[in-house]
């Protein structure tokens, strides 16, 4: 039941209302009896600083931050942690209360990146391995590529390939992480590998290529650890064509999970019930 005492989350984002975060955070919020609610709040691109500072002025205790205001966010945050610095952008806003909790001049806004921790997490759940010492080809250099390439680095990967159509778009990518340079799509590239990151819309349902591969199917092999960060459809046509020469794969529900895990722990204290917010996943995209 929701009371005056309840504390309060939420997404931002233009638009905002598909959403799958508040299906997530409430049935992690509702699995460990915890008082707090999680809603979707449109927000006018221009509008995410405001939005930042109106968790001051409203108490919102923590904010995810979708498309277009990762970057507002960011600039208007009073302290950055080391991946949304490094990436100029933000995903996820947690207030922290001053010395003293009723002096609300006193809170501060901390700005996130969770995406690519939350993909490093997502890769150790399903593989069982850490990317430390493995070599990796990300297809894509969008917001995604950047914070899974930023993490990578981070996380001690031996050598990192960002390909991209526009390989002019992979150069300020690859400059993210000492171990990443800017490769090329080709089959030997690919086989090269020891695993494959598709962040690109290519094999999205609903998106320009919904039929298409990111990559050249010809270097895939077994032994390959595949991951697509889409996930809707499930299998995508590159996991499909990865398990049918016996490579591992995985597709982007645990990243989503991963990285709503992370902003849900910042904000409460608490371990996220990884299991309940996977099955929300679950239900609420059938």
């Keep these: 039941m929701i009371t005056g005492a309840t504390r309060l989350a939420g997404v931002i984002g233009d638009p905002v209302r598909h959403s799958l975060s508040p299906v997530i955070h409430n049935a992690a919020f509702a699995d460990l009896g915890l008082d707090w609610v999680y809603v979707a709040l449109p927000v006018a691109a221009g509008g ?7 968790m001051r002025t409203l108490g919102i205790d923590g904010l995810s931050v979708t498309m277009p205001h990762k970057g507002d ?5 009073d302290e950055l942690s080391t991946a949304a610095a490094a990436l ?14 009723g ?15 939350g993909f490093v997490w997502a890769f150790e759940h399903r593989f069982g391995v850490p990317p430390e ?28 390939a960002v390909t991209n159509r526009s ?21 030997d590239e690919v086989a090269a590998a020891d695993v494959v990151v598709n962040t690109t819309s290519v094999g999205m349902a609903g998106g320009p290529d919904p039929d298409g591969c ?10 390959h650890r595949v991951v697509d960060i889409v996930y809707q459809p499930r299998r995508t046509p590159l996991l499909v064509a990865a398990e049918a020469v016996g490579a591992a794969t995985d597709n982007g529900v645990a990243m989503l999970v991963g990285q ?13 019930p990884i299991e309940v917010m996977t099955a929300a996943v679950e239900a609420a995209d059938r």
Excluded: K, M, Y
């Excluded at 995410?48 to 109106?54: I, T, W």
């Excluded at 609300?104 to 921790?117: E, L, W």
């Excluded at 709503?260 to 996220?272: M, S, Y």
């Design 73 to 77: 966010v960011a600039v208007a945050a």
């Design 88 to 101: 100029g952008v933000a995903n996820c806003l947690q207030r922290v209360t001053g010395p003293d909790a």
């Design 133 to 160: 010492g493995l070599s990796f080809l990300v297809a894509g250099a969008g917001g995604a590529a950047r914070s899974i390439v930023e993490a990578l680095g981070r996380a001690g990967a031996a050598g990192i």
């Design 167 to 187: 390989p002019e778009r992979a150069v300020p990518v690859a400059a993210l992480a000492p171990c990443a340079r800017v490769g090329e799509a080709t089959v």
């Design 48 to 54: 995410g600083a405001a939005a930042a500072e109106a």
């Design 260 to 272: 709503a895990a992370l902003a849900f722990e910042l904000w409460t204290g608490v371990d996220a």
């Design 103 to 117: 002096d609300r001049t006193g809170d501060r806004i901390v700005g996130h990146s969770t995406d690519g921790d």
């Design 214 to 223: 990111p990559i050249p199917i010809a270097g895939l092999r077994t032994g």
